[in-house]
C-alpha cells in the first residue's frame, strides 16, 4: 500500500475513534470527525486505486517490450 494511502488510513481509522469517543460523550462536535472520516477514507481509497493502476500500467508496458 502507497505511503499517503496508508497515512489516510490511520487519519481515517483516528478520527472514527475520536467520533465515537465524542458522541458518547454528548459533545456534537464529533461531526466534524465524521466528515474528517470521510474525507480520509475517499483518499485512502484514491492512493490506493491509483497506485494499483500505475502498477498495472508499468506492468504493461514492460511486458509489451
Known amino acids: 500500500m502507497p505511503r499517503l494511502a496508508l497515512y489516510?488510513?490511520?487519519v481515517c481509522v483516528l478520527s472514527v475513534a475520536a467520533a465515537v469517543v465524542?458522541?458518547?460523550?454528548?459533545?456534537?462536535?464529533g461531526i466534524v470527525w465524521v466528515l474528517l472520516a470521510g474525507l480520509s477514507s475517499n483518499m485512502t481509497w484514491y492512493y490506493a486505486r491509483?497506485?494499483?493502476?500505475?502498477?498495472?500500467?508499468?506492468?504493461a508496458a514492460s511486458a509489451g517490450h
Do not use: H, P, T, Y
Request: cysteine-free.
Open 8 to 10: 489516510a488510513l490511520v
Open 22 to 29: 465524542s458522541f458518547a460523550q454528548g459533545m456534537w462536535l
Open 50 to 59: 491509483r497506485a494499483k493502476v500505475l502498477r498495472q500500467r508499468d506492468e
